[in-house]
């Protein structure tokens, strides 16, 4: 790999290529090398992928910072905006879909998902828009119930779906704006996140986003993310509901997930709290939800253990016989412990059933099950 060509391509803020190339790592898919950054460094994204065979840049998505206070909050924060859209932000699974001779999609962390690949060339039309658009990016969830990553359920879908929430310039990873995204995927039949609507900075918070979180979260659905109008600067914030479903899920398999994923979700929740909740009642109806929501899944995997059942996150996935196959390999490369629960055909597509094993959860459980000590 020309380093010099490539560092000079990436804007990298080093001129040091060593700097920056010791923390590529290669990776292949189907006999395809590729070249991934690991972390975020130099002015550029975790993900951000080198396809050398199609000489080709593909930027990592960027992290998006989240408000804890929606007032200062989001007129501190869009100072410069003249508007702000306000989109829903969904629970799936970030995909880059680049065309680099073919389509692929490529996750967050820039490995190539077959899983995700495949079904993204079976649901969008991505010839058209490749046709005319081959040097930009798709940026989009992967949503459902069936997926290999996120289990949540959205109204009108029954297995899986792609939700195009970004189209940005894949080597210099700058977005089109709000307006011409929307127009450009309905052009091409791409499913997108709601728009709840826009407003000037000062008035976004108390007119559209507290109305947006309170439905949002009445329907147990995540939050908005909203986004400048000129300019791309995106700022998100979430709902009760979904700060008390990811507590519930990283407390359904304790001694798997960080003690800075449980304790960042807390922080969300007391903010919100101080800012929403204005009387006791409510404040209380908050705590006792945030109780359950910890207590209860870690008290049913204690007793999940004790009945020998496995313990683990649950996931569907349908599909072609071989991306199956593919998406299976792509996990044990992760280093998952894989279970299958069922393995059948349904309408000419194999569907199957699986468990990634939470292993440190059931073997610590099962250790102080046992009588063992801290
Ligand atoms: P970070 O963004 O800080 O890296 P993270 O990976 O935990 O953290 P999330 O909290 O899930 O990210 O929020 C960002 C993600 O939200 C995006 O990467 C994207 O996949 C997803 N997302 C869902 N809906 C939207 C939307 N409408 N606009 C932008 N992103 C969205």
């Known amino acids: 790999m020309d380093h010099d060509a490539y560092l000079e391509r990436l804007g990298a803020t080093t001129d040091e290529p060593a700097d920056l190339f010791e923390h590529f790592e290669q990776r292949s898919f189907d006999g395809r090398t590729y070249h991934v950054l690991t972390d975020a460094r130099h002015g550029l994204e975790r993900g951000t992928v080198i396809v050398e065979d199609a000489e080709t840049v593909i930027r990592g998505y960027p992290s998006i910072p989240r408000l804890l206070v929606l007032e200062p909050g989001v007129p501190s924060f869009f100072e410069d905006a003249e508007t702000v859209a306000v989109e829903e932000k969904l629970d799936g699974f970030n995909v880059r879909i680049a065309d680099v001779g073919e389509p692929l999609a490529f996750t967050r962390s820039g490995y190539v998902c077959p899983y995700t690949t495949a079904r993204a060339r079976k649901l969008l039309s991505l010839e058209g828009f490749f046709d005319e658009h081959p040097e930009k990016t798709l940026c989009a969830e992967l949503i459902g119930p069936e997926t290999p990553y996120t289990t949540t359920d959205y109204e009108g879908v029954d297995t899986h779906d792609f939700r195009v929430f970004g189209v940005r310039d894949r080597e210099s990873g700058n977005p089109l704006s709000v307006v011409d995204r929307r127009a450009i995927c309905e052009t091409y039949d791409f499913n997108q996140p709601r728009l709840f609507g826009r407003a000037p900075p000062d008035t976004a918070a108390a007119e559209l986003v507290r109305d947006a979180i309170d439905e949002l979260d009445a329907a147990g659905r995540e939050g908005v993310v909203m986004k400048s109008e000129p300019g791309d600067a995106m700022v998100k914030y979430t709902t009760e509901a979904q700060h008390h479903d990811e507590l519930a899920y990283a407390f359904s398999l304790p001694f798997d997930h960080g003690r800075d994923f449980v304790f960042s979700r807390l922080i969300r929740e007391a903010f919100q709290a101080a800012e929403f909740d204005e009387d006791e009642a ?60 069922s393995d059948r055909r349904e309408d000419g597509q194999r569907v199957v059933e699986f468990v990634k094993v939470a292993e440190s959860s059931r073997d610590r459980i099962a250790h102080y099950l046992e009588g063992g000590t801290r």
């Open 282 to 341: 409510r404040l209380q109806e908050r705590a006792h939800d945030l109780g359950e929501s910890i207590l209860v899944p870690m008290v049913e995997a204690i007793q999940d253990v004790d009945d020998g059942e496995t313990i683990g996150h649950r996931h569907t996935v349908r599909g072609d016989a071989d991306s199956i196959d593919a998406l299976f390999d792509h996990l044990h490369d992760q280093s998952m412990t894989i279970e299958l629960e």
